[in-house]
RNA sequence: UCCACGGUAGCUCAACGGUUAGAGCACCUGGCUGUUAACCAGGGGGCUGUGGGUUCGAAUCCCACCCGUGGAGCCA
C-alpha cells in the first residue's frame, strides 16, 4: 500500500521509500535541542519519530527563527529533503526548508525526564504520545487483529454480547450496579460468555470481543475494573479441542506481534527470543500434578485464621492458585502452560465434571511465562439440563435469570467448550510492561476513573 | 477489605526538633555545525496534602482525615 488517495500528507512510516525527496509533514514537536546555528526536533506524525534539522544558513531567517522559538508538543507543518543518517534516531531525518507552526504550546507538563506514577496517570491523555506507550498501544492493536484474523479465518463468527445485564454470569465475583428504568437493577457484564454459548448454538463457532467489568476491589499490577476479553466458544469442541484452540490462538498472536511490530517491541526493550520461542506445543499439566510441584518446591499457602491471625501451611489439595503459587509453576516454563481439571468446588457453576472424577471439572487456565500469570480461563461447559439446573440450585443463583441459559440444553443439548483471554494480560505479557495500567489507554481501577 | 510505605518548587528527590527549606531536571536569557536524557554560564520559582495537638521553636514528634503507591485476597 503506498500513499492513499485521501488529502493526508506524508507520514513518517514512508520516508525511508522517500529519501532525497522533498516531502511535507505535519505533527508535534516531541523534544528539541539546539547547538547555535544547528537546531534538532524530534518530530512525531503519530506514524512514529523522527529528527529535524535545522541549520542555520540553509533556511531563511524565519524559519531558523521559528525553529528556535517551536516549545515542545507544538503542532507544526514542516518541509524538507529526506536524508539517511547512522547519526539520526531511526536512521532518516529531515533536513527543513519550512516550518510553520500550527499552535505554540506553553508549558506541557510531561517533560523527556523522569516522572512518578501518580503523575503519568493524571496526565494519560498526554502520556499516550511517548515513545513507550505508543509503542505498547500499536502491539495491543496488532494483539487485537491477530485474533480477528485467527479466529475469522478458522470458521468463527464474530457475535457481540450485551454489555447491559440482568444478572451475574458468575455469582462470585462482584458486579458494578446501575438502574434500568423501570425493570430494576442492571448491572454491567463481567463476560460475554452465557451469551456465546447460545451464538454458538446458532453459529457452531463464534466469539465474543468487548469489555467487561468487575467491580472487585483488588489492587494489583494485574487487575483493571474495565478489561477486555475475548472469548471464543464452539460446539462439539471437548476440552481437549479447547486447550488446543487456546495454544494455537496464542501462538499466533505471539508469532503475528513479533511479525509486525519489531520496532514497537524494539522501542520496549522487550528479548525477542523469548517470544520467538513461544511455538507449539506448550506445556500442560493437571491440577493435581501441579500440586505436587508447588508442594516438592515448598511453597506455602498463606491462610487467614478466623480470629484474624495469619499463618503458613503446606499447600492443600483441593485450593485454588494464588499469585505465588502461579509464580512457582512458571518458573519451570520458557512457554505458557495449561492447567487442566481443577477441584469443582474452586471453578464456576457452569463447568462439566470430570466423567472420570466427579471432584474434578473440565477447566483449564493458561499461564504465561515471564510473570505474564493466568491470560485464558475456559472449560468445556455443562450440557445436562438437570446437571446444569442442580448446579445453579447448589450455587444460590437466580434460578429465573437462567432461564434462557437453561433453554440452550432442552433443544439440541451439545457438548461445548470455549475459554476467555484477557486482553490487557495478555499484551501485558508479550510487552514485558510491568503493569497492566499501561496496555490499555484509559486504565479504569480502583481508585482512578480520570481521564 | 487487610498489611506495608509515601505526600516538600511544574517534575524527581534532599533537609538531626533549631539561621532565610536545598539540588538536579523543566522554564527564561546568553554561548556553541551532529544532538541522542547534549554541554557551559546566569535568572525567576515554595500556604512542606488538610485540620488539630505537643513544644520557646515543627517539613521533622503525636492524633484524625484526604490523596496515592506496592502487595494480599479475588480473578482475565
Redesign the pocket.
Given at each position: 500500500m503506498g500513499i492513499s488517495r485521501y488529502r493526508t500528507y506524508r507520514q513518517i512510516a514512508d520516508l525511508p521509500q522517500l529519501v532525497g525527496q522533498y516531502v511535507q509533514l505535519r505533527g508535534w514537536i516531541a523534544?528539541r535541542?539546539?547547538?547555535?546555528?544547528?537546531q534538532?526536533l524530534r518530530f512525531r506524525d503519530g506514524s512514529g519519530f523522527c529528527?529535524l534539522?535545522v541549520?542555520q544558513?540553509e533556511v531563511p531567517a524565519e524559519v531558523f527563527e521559528a525553529a528556535r522559538s517551536v516549545?515542545?508538543e507544538s503542532s507544526v507543518i514542516v518541509g524538507g529533503i529526506v536524508r539517511q543518517?547512522e547519526?539520526?534516531?531511526g536512521g532518516y531525518?529531515l533536513q527543513v526548508r519550512e516550518l510553520q507552526i500550527m499552535q505554540l504550546a506553553q508549558g506541557y507538563?510531561i517533560?523527556?525526564?523522569?516522572?512518578?506514577?501518580?503523575?503519568l496517570?493524571e496526565h494519560r491523555h498526554l502520556w499516550l504520545r511517548s515513545p513507550r506507550q505508543h509503542a505498547i498501544m500499536r502491539v495491543r492493536a496488532a494483539v487485537i487483529r491477530a485474533i480477528c484474523e485467527f479466529l475469522d479465518s478458522n470458521g468463527f463468527i464474530r457475535i457481540d454480547a450485551p454489555i447491559l445485564t440482568a444478572a451475574a454470569c458468575e455469582g462470585?465475583?462482584t458486579l458494578f450496579e446501575l438502574d434500568y428504568f423501570d425493570l430494576g437493577k442492571a448491572y454491567l457484564s463481567q463476560s460475554g460468555q452465557l451469551y456465546a454459548e447460545a451464538a454458538a448454538m446458532a453459529h457452531g463457532r463464534v466469539y465474543t470481543l468487548g469489555p467487561t467489568f468487575?467491580a472487585?476491589?483488588?489492587?494489583?499490577?494485574?487487575?483493571?475494573t474495565e478489561?477486555w476479553?475475548v472469548e471464543p466458544e464452539a460446539a462439539f469442541f471437548d476440552l481437549e479441542d479447547d486447550m488446543d484452540l487456546a495454544e494455537d490462538l496464542v501462538e499466533y498472536i505471539v508469532q503475528y506481534v513479533l511479525r509486525h511490530c519489531e520496532r514497537e517491541l524494539r522501542t520496549l526493550g522487550r528479548d525477542l527470543s523469548r517470544l520467538e520461542r513461544i511455538r507449539r506445543p506448550f506445556y500442560r499439566m493437571t491440577y493435581t500434578e501441579a500440586v505436587e510441584l508447588i508442594q516438592r518446591k515448598g511453597v506455602k499457602l498463606?491462610r487467614k485464621l478466623p480470629d484474624g491471625r495469619e499463618e503458613m501451611v503446606d499447600f492443600p489439595w483441593g485450593e485454588?492458585f494464588?499469585?505465588?503459587q502461579?509464580e512457582a509453576i512458571m518458573e519451570e516454563f520458557d512457554k505458557p502452560c495449561i492447567i487442566h481439571r481443577y477441584p469443582a468446588a474452586?471453578k464456576a457453576f457452569y463447568m462439566k465434571r470430570d466423567p472420570d472424577n466427579p471432584e474434578l471439572v473440565l477447566a483449564m487456565d493458561m499461564l504465561a511465562p515471564e510473570g505474564g500469570?493466568?491470560?485464558?480461563?475456559g472449560s468445556q461447559r455443562e450440557d445436562d439440563y438437570e446437571a446444569l439446573l442442580q448446579r445453579i440450585r447448589e450455587h444460590g443463583l437466580p434460578e429465573e435469570a437462567f432461564r434462557w441459559y437453561l433453554d440452550l440444553r432442552l433443544y439440541g443439548s451439545v457438548p461445548h467448550s470455549g475459554f476467555?483471554?484477557?486482553i490487557?494480560?495478555t499484551v501485558k505479557w508479550i510487552t514485558g510492561v510491568q503493569?497492566?495500567r499501561e496496555t490499555i489507554p484509559f486504565p479504569r481501577m480502583l481508585?482512578?476513573l480520570v481521564p
Open positions: 523534544d535541542t539546539d547547538k547555535g546555528r544547528l534538532f529528527q534539522v541549520f544558513p516549545t515542545q543518517d547519526r539520526a534516531p531525518e507538563p517533560t523527556p525526564k523522569e516522572h512518578g506514577v501518580e503523575f496517570l462470585t465475583t468487575r472487585e476491589r483488588s489492587k494489583t499490577r494485574r487487575h483493571l478489561f476479553m498463606h485454588d494464588g499469585a505465588p502461579e474452586v500469570g493466568e491470560i485464558i480461563g476467555g483471554l484477557g490487557e494480560r503493569h497492566i481508585y482512578r
